[in-house]
C-alpha cells in the first residue's frame, strides 16, 4: 500500500492516555520534534475513565511508607511482579504525581489541608489520591491535554497506527498509519514509542472503551519485539450489572455487552460490602482483607458465588457511606441512569474484563527489544503487575514509565539517527478473524475460570475462522490485533498449568512452586503465529 503523504520527526507517540501524553510532553521539553498519534478523539482512550485514583505515598500519611506500598505491590502480584521493577517505579510515584500536579492537574483536598486519600483493595493504607471523587482518570486526562495544547503539541487525531517499518537492520525508521477514510501515510522517525492501552475487548463485557483493541502489542510482535504475562488478565470484581433495553424480557437484568460502567473499587474502601442473593458477606474468611482482598481475589470469589447460588450478580452495599453521591458522583450518575439507588438499595455488580497485566517486555525505561521501538503504560510489561494488578498503580505507571521512556528516547538519539539504510514499507497480509467469534470464544473459555478443553476448543473456533488479509481501515486494524492477541493470550493461558493471581485454571485450581517466579515469553514463529517462546525467571 502506497503512502500517500509523510512526515518527518524525531518521535512518534502512539496513544494519547497518561502515558503516551507524558512522554510526549517530556520529550518536546528535551527538545524532540514529536507527533502523537490516536485513533479516535485525544481524549477517547481509557485514561480517562480511571475511576479510583493513583496509588502514591508522598510522607504524609502516618505508617505508611513507600516500602509499604511496596510490599503491597509484591503481595498482590501472587510472585510473578519484578521486586527491582516495583520499587523503582512505586519510589518515583511522588515526584511524578508533583509533576503532574504541576501541570495543572488538581486533586481532592482533605479536611486537614493534605491531599484527601482512600483506600482500594490490596492496600494496607489510605494511600489512593483522587480528583472529582471518583473522576480521578478524567481529571488526568483533562490536564494533559490542556498542557499539550499550550505546547502546541502536534496530535494527529482519526489515524490508526499499523505497523513500525524497519531498516534492514531491524531498527525502527517509522510507522505506517491509516486515516478514517483508510488513506496511508508514514511517519518517519527512529524512535516510536507504544502507549496505545491494553486489550479488554477481546471480551464481550468489559469496562475498557472501543479503542482497546491491543493494536500496540499486536504491532510490537509484528515488529519482531516479545511479550510477557498475557495470560493475566485482570477482572475488575465490580462492574455494575444493569439491565439491557434491547433484551427482549424486561423482568430481569441481563448484562449488556461492550464496555460496562466500572464501580470503582474504592467504594468498597469507604465501607462497602459485598453481598450474595441471601444478603450474607461472603467475603468474609475469604481473606484477611475480606471485602479489600486483592482484586484477582474477589472477583473469583464472585465467580464461585454465582456458580453456587445460581444468581445473576452479587449486590454492593453502600448505603452506609454517607453523601455517597457527593463523593462517587460518577457511579452515582451511571447506577441513577440504569434506575438504582445506591443510597437506598445495594448495587447489583458482577466481573467484567478490566487490565491487561502483561504486554510488550521492556526495560525499565521503556526500551523493547526492538532498537528504537519503546512502551509505556498498560500496553507494556515492565514488571510491576505481575499475575495482579494492585489498584491504582496503573496511572501510576503510566505517569512514572512515560516519563522515563522520553528521557530513554533523548539517551538513545545518537544511535537511533546512525544506521542511514534504506526505508521500505512493506504491505502484508495477517491473520483476521470476524471480531465476533473472537470475543465469544475468550468470554466462553478465557474469562475466570479456564481449562485446557476450553481453551483448546477456543483456539479451534478462532482458527476456524481466520483468513490471510490486508487491514484497509481501522476496523481491520483492530480485528487483525484481536486475532493476533486472542491466539497470544490463548497459547500462554494454556501454557500455564497453575492458579495464580489473574489467571485461574480450574483444572489445576492451586498455585504450583514450578511456575513461582516464572513468566512466560510470547513471541511469532516464522509463519507470523504468537506461540510460547520460553520460560523467563523473574527478578525476586
Known amino acids: 500500500m502506497r503512502a500517500v503523504w509523510e512526515a518527518d520527526v524525531d518521535l512518534v507517540v502512539v496513544g494519547s492516555g497518561v502515558a503516551g501524553l507524558t512522554a510526549a510532553l517530556d520529550a518536546a521539553e528535551l527538545g524532540l520534534r514529536v507527533v502523537v498519534v490516536t485513533k479516535d478523539a485525544t481524549d477517547a482512550g481509557s485514561t480517562r475513565w480511571a475511576q479510583g485514583g493513583i496509588a502514591v505515598v508522598v510522607g504524609d500519611v502516618p505508617g505508611d511508607s513507600v516500602g509499604a506500598h ?36 488538581v486533586f481532592d483536598p482533605g479536611t486537614d489541608g493534605r491531599l484527601a486519600r482512600t483506600r482500594e483493595g490490596g492496600h494496607s493504607a489510605f494511600r489512593v489520591v483522587h480528583a472529582g471523587g471518583d473522576a480521578t482518570g478524567a481529571e488526568v486526562e483533562r490536564a494533559l ?16 497506527a499499523v505497523d513500525a517499518v524497519r531498516d534492514e537492520l531491524g531498527a525502527v525508521v517509522g510507522l505506517t498509519v491509516l486515516d478514517d477514510a483508510g488513506l496511508p501515510g508514514v511517519l518517519w522517525a527512529p524512535a516510536v514509542l507504544l502507549a496505545s492501552g491494553g486489550y479488554g475487548q477481546l ?41 439491557d433495553p434491547f433484551a427482549r424480557s424486561s423482568s430481569r437484568r441481563t448484562p ?43 472477583a473469583a470469589a464472585i465467580t464461585r458465588t454465582l456458580a453456587e447460588t445460581g444468581a445473576e450478580c452479587v449486590h454492593l452495599d453502600a448505603t452506609a457511606i454517607p453523601q455517597f453521591a457527593l463523593r462517587f458522583p460518577t457511579v452515582y450518575a451511571a447506577c441513577r441512569h440504569a434506575g438504582i439507588d445506591p443510597v437506598r438499595e445495594p448495587i447489583p455488580v458482577t466481573p467484567a474484563a478490566h487490565y491487561a497485566c502483561g504486554g510488550v517486555v521492556t526495560d525499565l525505561h521503556g526500551r523493547t527489544a526492538v ?23 496503573s496511572l501510576l505507571e503510566g505517569l512514572v514509565v512515560g516519563a522515563r521512556a522520553a528521557r530513554a528516547v533523548v539517551a538513545d538519539r545518537q544511535v537511533l539517527h546512525g544506521t542511514g539504510l534504506a526505508r521500505p514499507v512493506p504491505s502484508t497480509a495477517v491473520p483476521l478473524a470476524p471480531r465476533a467469534v473472537v470475543q465469544r470464544a475468550m468470554t466462553g473459555a478465557a474469562g475466570i475460570g479456564r481449562d485446557a478443553a476450553g481453551l483448546a476448543a477456543a483456539s479451534d473456533a478462532v482458527e476456524a475462522v481466520t483468513a490471510l488479509g490486508l487491514p484497509v481501515d481501522r476496523a481491520g486494524v483492530e480485528d487483525a490485533a484481536l486475532t493476533l492477541l486472542a491466539q497470544a493470550v490463548l497459547a500462554a493461558a494454556g501454557h500455564r498449568t497453575e492458579s495464580r ?9 492451586e498455585r504450583d512452586d514450578v511456575w513461582q517466579r516464572t513468566s512466560l515469553v510470547v513471541g511469532l514463529d516464522t509463519a507470523g503465529r504468537p506461540v510460547v517462546l520460553e520460560e523467563t525467571a523473574v527478578a525476586a
Not at 471480551?203 to 499486536?218: I, K, L, W
Request: aromatic share 4%; glycine share 12%.
Open 70 to 105: 511496596v510490599a503491597d505491590t509484591l503481595a498482590a502480584g501472587a510472585g510473578l511482579s519484578d521486586a527491582a521493577a516495583v520499587t523503582e517505579i512505586i519510589a518515583e510515584g511522588p515526584a511524578a504525581v508533583a509533576r503532574l500536579r504541576a501541570r495543572g492537574a
Open 145 to 160: 491535554v490542556a498542557a499539550s495544547s499550550d505546547r502546541r503539541l502536534p496530535l494527529l487525531t482519526g489515524h490508526v
Open 203 to 243: 471480551y464481550a463485557s468489559t469496562t475498557n472503551p472501543g479503542e482497546a483493541t491491543g493494536d500496540g502489542v499486536a504491532l510490537a510482535l509484528r515488529a519482531g519485539a516479545t511479550a510477557a504475562d498475557l495470560e493475566f488478565v485482570q477482572f475488575h470484581p465490580t462492574v455494575l450489572y444493569a439491565h
Open 256 to 298: 449488556a455487552v461492550g464496555r460496562r460502567p466500572l464501580v470503582t473499587e474504592a467504594v468498597r474502601g469507604e465501607g462497602a460490602v459485598l453481598l450474595d442473593r441471601a444478603g450474607r458477606r461472603f467475603m468474609t474468611g475469604v481473606h484477611p482483607l475480606a471485602d479489600l482482598a486483592p482484586r484477582d481475589v474477589v
Open 371 to 393: 532498537p528504537g521501538l519503546y512502551a509505556a503504560g498498560e500496553v507494556a510489561r515492565t514488571g510491576l503487575h505481575g499475575a495482579n494488578r494492585l489498584a491504582s498503580n
Open 501 to 509: 493471581g489473574c489467571h485461574v485454571r480450574t483444572d489445576f485450581p
